[in-house]
T-cell receptor, first 113, second 113 residues
Framework: GENVEQHPSTLSVQEGDSAVIKCTYS??????FPWYKQELGKRPQLIID?????GEKKDQRIAVTLNKTAKHFSLHITETQPEDSAVYFC????????????FGKGTLLTVNP | NAGVTQTPKFQVLKTGQSMTLQCAQD?????MSWYRQDPGMGLRLIHY???????DQGEVPNGYNVSRSTTEDFPLRLLSAAPSQTSVYFC????????????FGQGTRLTVV
C-alpha cells in the first residue's frame, strides 16, 4: 500500500518568514495530493491540493509543488502569520477503484510573533 | 447543510465495554471513512466504504466493525474496548470521483479506562 513520509515533524518560524514542509510517497499510481490544516481541537480542513498532471499550484500565500519522478511534494507558506500556527498533514490518494487517502504523520508549525 | 456530523464528541468507556460511534453526512457522498488520530501518528485509516453495502479494511481495522446500510450513515463499532483504543476518531466523506476533497466530522475523543 501507499506510504507517505512527512518532514519535519515540528517547525518554528518567525512571523513573516517562509515555511516549507516536505512529503514523499511510495505508490507511483498516486494521482492526488491534498494538504490539510488542523488547528488545536478542530477537524482537519483542506487548504490546497494538487493533481498529478500539474507541477505547481498557488493560492495566495500558499503553494504546493509536485515532482512525480522523485515522488515528492511540498507545501510552501510565505509571509507566515500567527494564525498559520497549526498541524499540517500531507496526503496521497492511492488510486484505483477503491478510495484510500493515506496521510503523513503531520508537521506542527509554530509562527512566533 | 450540516456536512459530516459525528456523535458523541466525548466518551469514556471501561475496558471490555462496547459502543458505536455515529457518523452521518448530508452531501450525498459515496465514500466514507473512519480514521483514528494519535499523537505523532497522523491520521490512520480504520475502515472505509465506497458505497452503501460495501466496506473494506484500512490500515488499523482490528477491534472495530463497520456497516453501511445507507449512503448517509457509517457507524463505527468498538466490540470490546481496550485502553489502546483511546484516541480521537474522525469520520470523513467525499464524492466517488477521485481527486476530490474529503470533509471531516468534528471528531470523537474516546478514553478507555
Amino acid at each position: 500500500g501507499e506510504n507517505v513520509e512527512q518532514h519535519p515533524s515540528t517547525l518554528s518560524v518567525q512571523e513573516g518568514d517562509s515555511a516549507v514542509i516536505k512529503c514523499t510517497y511510495s505508490d507511483s499510481a498516486s494521482n492526488y495530493f491534498p494538504w490539510y490544516k488542523q488547528e488545536l481541537g478542530k477537524r482537519p480542513q483542506l487548504i490546497i491540493d494538487i493533481r498529478s498532471n500539474v507541477g505547481e499550484k498557488k493560492d495566495q500565500r500558499i503553494a504546493v509543488t509536485l515532482n512525480k519522478t522523485a515522488k515528492h511534494f511540498s507545501l510552501h507558506i510565505t509571509e507566515t502569520q500567527p494564525e498559520d500556527s497549526a498541524v499540517y498533514f500531507c496526503a496521497a490518494y492511492s488510486g484505483g477503484s477503491n478510495y484510500k487517502l493515506t496521510f503523513g504523520k503531520g508537521t506542527l508549525l509554530t509562527v512566533n510573533p | 447543510n450540516a456536512g459530516v456530523t459525528q456523535t458523541p464528541k466525548f466518551q469514556v468507556l471501561k475496558t471490555g465495554q462496547s459502543m458505536t460511534l455515529q457518523c452521518a453526512q448530508d452531501m450525498n457522498h459515496e465514500y466514507m471513512s473512519w480514521y483514528r488520530q494519535d499523537p505523532g501518528m497522523g491520521l490512520r485509516l480504520i475502515h472505509y466504504s465506497v458505497g452503501a453495502g460495501i466496506t473494506d479494511q484500512g490500515e488499523v481495522p482490528n477491534g472495530y466493525n463497520v456497516s453501511r446500510s445507507t449512503t448517509e450513515d457509517f457507524p463505527l463499532r468498538l466490540l470490546s474496548a481496550a485502553p489502546s483504543q483511546t484516541s480521537v476518531y474522525f469520520c470523513a466523506s467525499s464524492y466517488r470521483d477521485t481527486n476530490t476533497e474529503a470533509f471531516f466530522g468534528q471528531g470523537t475523543r474516546l478514553t478507555v479506562v
